[in-house]
């Protein structure tokens, strides 16, 4: 692929099942109007990992988001509201351990560098926990004379055991 094609993540029907009945309303509008999660973020003020958790079901839509989605989506708002009114139905998506080969990569790497990760944030912060509720997660891609490269940056709010 060149890289000036532009890339277009669809829904993949055998996820379905496990999604929120506005995955894929929300998934054929993105077909239809062609558009990337980051062009959809821009829109909407968000990260487009967050654009994106919210097309899975794994985040929720605020007023601004559902006004937004629906004027640059042509979805009905009032469609928008009913299928993303409610509390997200989060970590359901997959099986563990996942069986998606990129998915999977992730999860190794919590396997193999989790306690790693673990001593060295208790060693910075003490005894505690990162947040994924107050977090924020952005991917960027950097090139080099080696290839591509994935950045992958979490932040999440720390959390002191007492």
Known sequence: MAASEKRI??????????????????????????????????KLGRDEVAVAALFYGQAQANADDIRNLSDLLGIPAAKLESQLA???????????????????????IVQNY????????NEKFGDGIMSAISFSTHVEKETDDKGDWVKITLRGKWYVNR
């Not at 995955?23 to 062009?39: H, Y």
């Not at 970590?91 to 990129?102: A, K």
């Open 114 to 121: 989790g306690y790693a990760y673990k001593a060295v944030l």
């Open 9 to 42: 993540v669809t829904l993949d029907s055998s996820l379905v099942h496990r999604l929120p009945e506005s995955a894929p309303t929300l998934f054929e509008a993105k077909k239809q109007k062609n558009l990337s999660f980051e062009e959809i973020a821009k």
């Open 86 to 108: 409610g509390i997200p139905d989060r970590g359901r998506t997959m099986e563990m351990p996942p069986r998606e080969p990129l998915i999977y990569r992730l999860f190794e």
